[in-house]
């Protein structure tokens, strides 16, 4: 009988000790962002969600205008969005491949700044991504980052090419543009690169402003320099891979783009081994239908341009993959001809994972290119952007 | 059997259901007490981190500087330096335009930083709290969130208006969301917060271009990571954790925490008096049965453990009651520790209750505990008694005096170590109150030797006079000394613990006062609030003060302006002044100096340090402290140790050439004016008084006089209704002891009915009784009440607080005391003695 | 019961206490009151009207008294849970002035608390108690404590003295209830002592006494204040033969002789042999032997 009173005072004891190691309910401390951080993301859709509605009181993109640098290598507030859209295959001396994608976005997220004496009132909105594609390890890293204009924390300029996030940035080491250095690290990898452009820029869809539905303005502004010798250093969990390879860079801004009817897009930048380039982008309409407002662009070797419409080029999805992450199912590989310059190319991407499980998400991944080039064969390498695919 | 015999005491135990109730109380109200005080204690300091973490979230550093505020641009520069997980802050106080309301708390944050540091704005996001929100708190200025439960409190809807008063006049503030709330506690964190966007908030609070604070979540093991931050902080920002940040908030409130706690606990050692006696009593009261039991074969062990399951059952029930009641009282302290550590220590914005099972536990643990250890005398006695012979109580009596004998010498040397401990502990806190303990724990012991002499002196003196009646009361009490001799000493306890604290607030009252007359030497006091980090305060006050000073009838003026500075590695209150000839005879020194102090104040980089501080930092004149200044680290050395009352912590003094010189002009806080001698006061401060803006005021020196006594007696508040609480349980102790006494004493009592004894006089008979004992514990405590404030004053404030303060003796409070005790044994008697007198004595001569 | 026809007023205080008041100042008041505790001769007193008066002289042979203790249809029951406990039902006794009654009866037959029905400790539900011609029933509890500290002594059979008061103390206490204590009362304590064989043991605690010693102070302290009726329940029955002997040998001198009227409870033969008359409580009553 003593003894069950022993026992209880134990177990008493025990009680009390087995108390003590209990937490304070709120105390427990969040990890730190892990190199998975991405995975970690709210998905509320599109971009749209971060944006307005309405375009009332933001300029849009009617007719062509002639670009002027440096000036346009800044941002355009007073359009809605805007981005510098950096991505490249790159190769380590070993033959180590590597993919990577740098863009900076930019939202109005009104159309006017209110006066205010604090450096923080700001109506413009940058956002970040950062990806790493790692072939050989079969590994894809990802970040992003928001943040306002105010305050020299984020923001682009018109004096010569520059634009940053925080300590993420593209910005020129000569006067007005190249060469043009990316930086930007995120905890578990970063990239430093130095771009060079032999090959110059050309001014997408209609000498630059690309309709991208029929209603007037619906439309952006966009060039894009398809092939920057680009050379820097990778970094993966602290270990640094000098590479060398190409970067395509795209820059774009509008106000309103898609119509209502438009879900997403399927877009092509390829760099070919014949030292021409393809982009094509295929609009897809919510009830499945083709949208005949696709297009692209063949960039001969001489930096010229031929404009491909909607009916130039073929694309054919030859298999899909399901994201693990988001049990989307994405198409993953491609069959894309483009039948005036007898092109037959098969694309496929490096690694199947490299979806972007950010704020918004989206697909997008370097590729391999095969085919046949008038008959002779033809090989390559590029990105692929999938956006708006849901579940 | 043992069922038989569990019967047996359970049936026992409810035909006392007083002593049960009492003896349940007694543990209760000890263990509600200790966990009222810990769990109010916790919460108040708990509060501190709860509110932050609502905009800090899982910040593990944070980036402060002194009251000038960060240079927001030191967070663009970490940020596009690489550094990353900052959460920038502006923070600062408005009042709601809505009469009646407290300041609200406003949190300028930025929205689109790292998700992981998971601040309440960020986590817990419901349908309410979308992207979409944080973009219109960002790019729609004078938007906020706020609480549901306080927009509900304030009537204001969804993108409804909140308006402020701040030091810009009134502005408008737009809800366009609200916070949710997940629980009680979140929901009184978040009660007086308003989140808007940073630049909303420094549009609201002015202060462009100013951060309050940057939250930094760093991992585990990022020591080069914070060195490489603190290389790039200017001289007036500092890195630091924030679980230094809390263990110094708790470093600072300790003292306080571990005076509280340990009237706490001589409220549970009186508690615990209640049990030993009522279990005491429980054995007393079944000697017989006890007696039948052991000669029926029940083992010794069996009786002990009979004893202990019964202790079980009533520490139990006791401690779980406790603990209801202990949340119930941690409710009411709450507002009190939290009101008294606003006052003195650091603002707390919200101060719910939490109850955290580990508090919880410690009650439970220290409830049973302490019962267990009371009962232990009481069930070995039990098992001591024989099978054979039952002792009478008499005998059981005459025992018991021997055992006084010897708990006498044991005293002496209980009262002797305390005082030893008193003197020679250095400077523990803790021992200085163990030493208190140990002095009342000696005296305790000493009271029933004391009593009997006592007792015995008032029959020799009065005996003659008294007769046989007026000596019964006289005798029952030494009769009964086991009984009468603990109850007494609980009495005395908490008497002399009133007496005590008494004397030492009064001492402390007198102290003050005198310090605060001498402090206030000049006529009216403009106070200027407002953030120092406003960034052109400094010219307005300026102005103000060229003005003022202009005005007629003023002779002089002084100036002081309150802000930190940050000396070896902490911030730290400095008062800079820019002292006229009249208040520099307000300090008072703490040792011998002259007049070349001030020069040396003036025009070199030398400070005074208040006492507190001093003697907290072990400083003495002549040594350096190393502050750090705009161009670096600089020696100040200490030329002057002054007293000061304003606080525990401590502060320095600097003269205002001297900060010009190292630091940026915040303006001041507080300008004196001094009149010439035919001025009219009332004229000067009305005068004053249409310079001022509305958050400004000018107060004359008594009116400042006044409302800081005001606030001394505020943070005595709790001490009081601590020692209230502790006296009220020695109540219940007292009422229960002489309960269990007459309760003993039925049969005698009914003799004496049976002799002739009126109903009457039996009940002044036990009056006169529970009142000599009331009396004798009285008079006790008088010299233990002294020597108890002796040690608070002289030992344990001057430890805690680094106070030193003058001894002031006040018959009042004796006579008080005494009064006191004397009250409290005869109302403990009444109920006792009305029992009785309605007992019927032939059932009275009926028991055993 | 107005005696004193040319009495002024006649104050009827509670029950039968009272007092009759005379013009000229003087009241005369029965026993009864002066048993109250209140009254000497010379006392002063304030009736309703608001003269000052003097109590002149206590009167204590103004009733008639026919015998010492009568008793008329006395009842009385216990309550004992659900249960209704009768214990006397209908008793009917006559006492006369110095008679010495032996009771017996089975444990828990009822002396005890006949003898507490006596003493005014317990009240009857219903009947009468008449003590020297005093209705006793019909008092308030306060006063059959008075009239108990004046008239009757009592014996217990555990001795029952005051532990907290020494020997002489027990003695003069019930004397100090009625009275002023006097050097003399001190005197006749010290006296009486010395009688029982005790006077070493004035100053004695009574748990230094042994049995008998401690029963010959109880008796003593039934007899110190020269009470009417001895009420005593079973005295010997704590105590060995010899000191049995001993104790009897006592209440026969200071008891019998003396002419107090004595009530005991006992089973001792011894005692029975002695009684005038020999009662046995059976079927709720009493019974003659």
Redesign the interface.
């Known amino acids: 009988?003593?003894t069950n009173?022993l026992i209880?005072?134990v177990l008493?004891?025990l009680?009390?000790i087995w108390?003590?190691t209990?937490q304070?309910?709120?105390?427990s401390?969040?990890?730190?962002?892990s190199q998975k951080?991405s995975s970690?993301?709210?998905n509320?859709g599109s971009l749209g969600?971060?944006l307005s509605n309405d375009s009332k009181g933001f300029a849009r993109a009617y007719k062509p205008q002639a670009f002027s640098f440096p000036n346009d290598h800044g941002p355009h507030n007073q359009f809605r969005s805007e981005w510098w859209y950096f991505t490249g295959n790159l190769n380590n001396p070993q033959g180590r491949q590597f993919g990577y994608e740098l863009t900076f976005f930019r939202f109005a997220?009104?159309p006017d700044l209110?006066k205010?004496?604090?450096?923080?009132?700001?109506?413009q909105?940058y956002m970040a991504h950062l990806t790493l594609t790692d072939v050989e390890a079969n590994r894809f890293y990802t970040d992003e980052r928001?943040?306002?204009a105010?305050?020299?924390?984020a923001g682009a300029s018109n004096k010569s090419y520059q634009v940053?996030l925080?300590?993420w940035s593209a910005k020129t080491e000569g006067k007005v543009d190249f060469p043009l250095r990316l930086h930007a690290?995120s905890?578990s990898f970063a990239i430093d690169m130095l771009l060079t452009s032999p090959k110059g820029y050309v001014k997408q869809g209609d000498q630059g402003l690309s309709q991208k539905s029929p209603e007037p303005g619906n439309a952006s502004y966009y060039y894009s320099y398809p092939r920057l010798e680009t050379n820097g250093t990778v970094s993966v969990g602290g270990k640094p891979f000098s590479v060398i390879g190409t970067s395509w860079m795209d820059r774009e801004w509008s106000t309103s783009a898609l119509s209502n009817e438009q879900s997403g897009w399927d877009w092509f930048s390829l760099q070919l081994s014949d030292n021409t380039e393809l982009m094509f982008y295929q609009l897809r309409r919510k009830d499945g239908q083709h949208d005949s407002n696709s297009s692209g662009s063949y960039i001969t070797a001489d930096n010229s341009k031929i404009s491909l419409k909607d009916h130039d080029a073929t694309i054919t999805t030859l298999d899909s993959w399901k994201s693990p992450h988001s049990e989307i199912t994405y198409p993953s590989r491609w069959r894309l001809s483009v039948s005036s310059q007898a092109l037959e190319l098969e694309i496929v991407p490096l690694i199947n994972d490299q979806e972007l499980n950010v704020?918004y998400r989206y697909w997008e991944g370097a590729v391999k290119v095969t085919g046949t080039k008038q008959g002779k064969p033809i090989s390559g390498q590029g990105y692929v952007e999938l956006a708006g695919y849901s579940q | 059997m043992n069922s038989l015999l569990q019967r047996s005491s359970r049936n026992f135990l409810w035909q006392h259901p007083w002593q049960l109730v009492l003896a349940i109380l007694g543990i209760a109200l000890g263990v509600a007490v200790v966990i009222a005080i810990d769990l109010a204690m916790e919460s108040s300091l708990n509060s501190f981190n709860q509110a932050s973490k609502v905009y800090t979230g899982a910040a593990t550093h944070r980036i402060i500087a002194n009251d000038g505020g960060l240079d927001e641009k030191l967070y663009s520069q970490l940020r596009n330096k690489g550094v990353s997980h900052l959460s920038p802050l502006v923070t600062g106080y408005v009042k709601l335009a809505q009469a009646g309301e407290d300041s609200f708390k406003i949190v300028g944050i930025d929205p689109f930083i790292e998700k992981s540091f998971q601040s309440g704005w960020q986590s817990g996001q419901k349908e309410n709290v979308s992207p979409d929100l944080f973009t219109r708190l960002m790019s729609e200025p004078n938007t906020a969130l706020l609480s549901e439960k306080t927009a509900q409190n304030l009537h204001i809807q969804l993108n409804g208006q909140l308006s402020l008063i701040t030091s810009r006049g009134q502005q408008s503030l737009t809800i366009i969301g609200f916070l949710p709330n997940t629980d009680a506690v979140s929901e009184q964190v978040l009660a007086k917060l308003i989140i808007t966007d940073i630049a909303t908030a420094q549009e609201v609070l002015d202060l462009f271009g100013k951060l309050s604070s940057i939250e930094i979540q760093l991992a585990t093991d990022a020591t080069k990571f914070e060195a490489a931050i603190r290389s790039m902080l200017p001289g007036n920002a500092l890195l630091v954790s924030l679980d230094s940040q809390e263990q110094s908030l708790r470093e600072m409130t300790q003292a306080f925490s571990i005076n509280l706690k340990a009237l706490g606990l001589l409220s549970l050692l009186v508690g615990m008096f209640l049990i030993y006696n009522t279990m005491t009593f429980l054995v007393m009261q079944r000697r017989r049965l006890i007696g039948s039991l052991r000669l029926l074969g029940v083992t010794r062990q069996q009786i002990f453990t009979l004893i202990l399951s019964e202790a079980f059952l009533l520490a139990l029930i006791g401690t779980l009651s406790g603990i209801v009641l202990g949340v119930l009282l941690g409710q009411g302290l709450l507002q009190l520790i939290s009101g008294t550590i606003n006052a003195i220590y650091f603002r707390i914005d919200a101060t719910p209750l939490v109850i955290t099972p580990f508090q919880l536990g410690k009650g439970m643990l220290l409830g049973m505990s302490v019962t267990f250890f009371a009962v232990l005398l009481p069930a070995f006695e039990a098992t001591r008694l024989s099978p054979v012979k039952v002792m009478a109580r008499s005998q059981l009596e005459s025992g018991s005096r021997r055992l006084i004998k010897v708990v006498g010498f044991l005293s002496g040397f209980l009262i002797i170590g305390g005082l030893a401990v008193a003197f020679f502990s250095g400077k523990s806190i803790n021992l200085g109150l163990a030493s208190i303990f140990l002095i009342l724990f000696g005296f305790g012991l000493l009271t029933p030797m004391l009593t009997l002499c006592l007792m015995k002196l008032i029959e020799c003196v009065f005996g003659r006079f008294l007769g046989v009646l007026g000596r019964l009361p006289v005798r029952m009490v030494s009769a009964e000394i086991s009984r009468t001799g603990i109850a007494i000493a609980a009495l005395m306890i908490a008497v002399s613990a009133t007496i005590g604290m008494d004397l030492m607030i009064g001492s402390f009252r007198q102290t003050v006062a005198q310090w605060l007359h001498s402090s206030l030497p000049a006529d009216l006091y403009v106070s200027l609030p407002g953030d120092k980090m406003g960034s052109d305060k400094f010219l307005f006050d300026q102005q103000l003060k060229d003005k003022i000073a202009q005005l007629e009838g003023v002779q002089m003026v002084s100036t002081a302006l309150q802000t930190k500075l940050i000396a070896a590695g902490e911030l730290t209150k400095t008062t800079v002044y820019e002292l006229a000839t009249k208040s520099k005879q307000s300090f008072i020194f703490k040792h011998s100096m002259d007049d070349s102090l001030w020069d040396r104040l003036e025009n070199q980089p030398t400070i005074i340090v208040t006492e507190p501080y001093a003697y907290h930092h072990a400083l003495q004149i002549g040594q350096k402290i190393n502050l750090k200044t705009n161009q670096g680290a600089l020696g100040f050395e200490v030329i002057g140790i002054n007293a000061d009352y304003s606080g525990d912590q401590g502060h320095l003094i600097m003269s205002r050439q001297i900060y010009r010189r190292y630091w940026p002009d915040l303006g001041y806080t507080g300008i004196g004016v001094y009149a010439r001698a035919e001025a009219d006061l009332q004229q000067l401060e009305s005068r004053i008084g249409q310079l001022l803006t509305a958050q400004q005021a000018v107060k004359s020196n008594q009116a400042i006089y006044k409302a800081s006594m005001e606030l001394f007696e505020q943070t005595f508040t709790i001490t009081e209704a601590l020692r209230w609480l502790s006296a009220a349980i020695a109540f219940v102790g007292v009422f229960s002891a002489l309960m269990a006494l007459q309760f003993e004493r039925i049969r005698q009592l009914g003799i004496l009915r049976s002799i002739g004894i009126t109903s009457s006089q039996l009940s002044v008979l036990i009056i006169s009784e529970t009142g000599l004992m009331g009396l004798m514990a009285g008079l006790l405590a008088i010299p233990v009440g002294f020597i108890v404030a002796y040690v608070l004053i002289f030992v344990v404030y001057q430890r805690s607080f680094g106070w030193t303060m003058a001894f002031y003796f006040n018959a009042g409070i004796l006579f008080q005391g005494i009064v006191l005790a004397f009250i409290a044994a005869l109302l403990a008697g009444v109920f006792p003695a009305l029992k009785m007198a309605q007992t019927h004595p032939a059932e009275a001569l009926r028991t055993e | 019961m107005l005696v004193y026809a040319d009495a002024y007023e006649w104050v009827e205080l509670p029950n039968t206490l009272g007092m009759a008041l005379f013009a000229d100042g003087g009241i005369i008041a029965n026993k009864p009151y002066a048993a109250s505790g209140y009254p000497r001769a010379g006392d002063l007193y304030v009736p309703k009207n608001g003269h000052w008066k003097f109590i002149i002289t206590i009167e204590t042979d103004f009733m008639d008294k026919p015998s010492a203790i009568t008793i008329k249809q006395l009842h009385k029951s216990y309550q004992e849970s659900d249960q209704q406990q009768v214990i006397f039902n209908g008793v009917e006794m006559q006492v006369s002035r110095g008679e010495f009654i032996v009771l017996l009866g089975r444990s828990g037959s009822g002396k005890s608390t006949f003898l507490n029905l006596l003493s005014g400790i317990d009240p009857p539900d219903s009947g009468k108690i008449i003590i020297n011609g005093i209705d006793i029933s019909a008092l308030s509890e306060r006063d059959r404590t008075l009239f108990r500290r004046h008239h009757i002594g009592i014996v217990f059979q555990a001795y029952n003295l005051i532990p907290t008061l020494t020997v002489a103390e027990n003695l003069l206490l019930p004397l100090e209830l009625i009275k002023r204590l006097t050097r003399k009362d001190r005197d006749d304590v010290a006296e009486l002592l010395d009688k029982l064989k005790l006077s070493g043991r004035l100053n004695s605690y009574p748990d230094r006494l042994s049995g008998g010693e401690q029963q010959r102070v109880a008796i003593a302290r039934a007899l110190i204040h020269d009470p009417d009726v001895i009420l005593a329940d079973e005295p010997t029955g704590n105590l060995d033969l010899d000191t049995a002997g001993q104790v009897l040998e006592l209440l026969d001198i200071l008891i019998k002789k003396a002419g107090k009227t004595m009530i005991m409870a006992t089973h001792s033969q011894e005692v029975i042999g002695q009684a005038d008359r020999v009662f046995s409580i059976r079927n709720q009553s009493l019974h003659l032997e």
Do not use: C
């Not at chain 1, 304070?24 to 105390?27: E, H, N």
């Not at chain 1, 401390?29 to 962002?33: E, H, I, R, V």
């Not at chain 1, 105010?150 to 924390?153: C, H, I």
């Open positions: 009988m003593k009173y209880a005072i008493l004891l009680g009390t108390l003590q209990f304070f309910p709120s105390t401390n969040a990890a730190l962002d951080h970690s993301a709210k509320n969600a971060v997220l009104k209110p205010s004496k604090s450096a923080w009132r700001s109506n909105m928001f943040s306002r105010g305050n020299e924390l940053w925080y300590d690290n905890n704020s």
